[in-house]
């Protein structure tokens, strides 16, 4: 009984994998991406601002653009990025967010911010 579970286990995930369609990164629509974080960045106060990603990695660096429109822009980034693979490393891309001039802008983070509490 328990071979057949296992065996049962590996071809549901074996046919699972084989129809899986797998998305890898469009660089002309992550460029896209990055131009269109420009659009956004209106605001009225330090609140209607937020960071999101750059591109696809964490090491990208993050930007400042309007809350309001994160999670469309956050859409358009997975769709662009797809399953790419990432480095793994340390990166100190954090920033703070603050409207200025009524654009949203962003300065990086202190390396304090980055050190063990």
């Given at each position: 009984?328990?071979?057949?579970?296992?065996?049962?286990f590996?071809?549901?995930?074996?046919?699972?994998?084989?129809?899986?369609?797998?998305?890898?990164?469009?660089?002309?629509?992550?460029?896209?991406?990055?131009?269109?974080?420009?659009?956004?960045?209106?605001?009225?106060?330090?609140?209607?601002?937020?960071?999101?990603?750059?591109?696809?990695?964490p090491?990208?660096?993050?930007?400042?653009?309007?809350?309001?429109?994160?999670?469309?822009?956050?859409?358009?980034r997975?769709?662009?990025?797809?399953?790419?693979?990432?480095?793994?490393?340390?990166?100190?891309?954090?920033?703070?967010v603050?409207?200025?001039?009524?654009v949203?802008t962003?300065?990086?983070?202190?390396?304090?911010?980055?050190?063990?509490?």
């Open positions: 009984m328990k071979n057949l579970i296992v065996l049962s590996f071809v549901f995930t074996l046919v699972g994998c084989a129809s899986y369609n797998v998305h890898m990164q469009d660089p002309q629509k992550v460029a896209d991406y990055q131009e269109s974080l420009s659009d956004y960045k209106s605001c009225k106060t330090d609140a209607d601002c937020t960071a999101i990603s750059k591109g696809c990695c090491c990208d660096g993050q930007e400042a653009v309007n809350q309001k429109y994160a999670e469309k822009l956050n859409k358009k997975l769709n662009a990025c797809g399953v790419g693979p990432c480095t793994l490393q340390m990166c100190y891309t954090d920033i703070n603050s409207c200025v001039n009524k949203c962003g300065t990086p983070k202190e390396m304090s911010y980055y050190s063990v509490r």
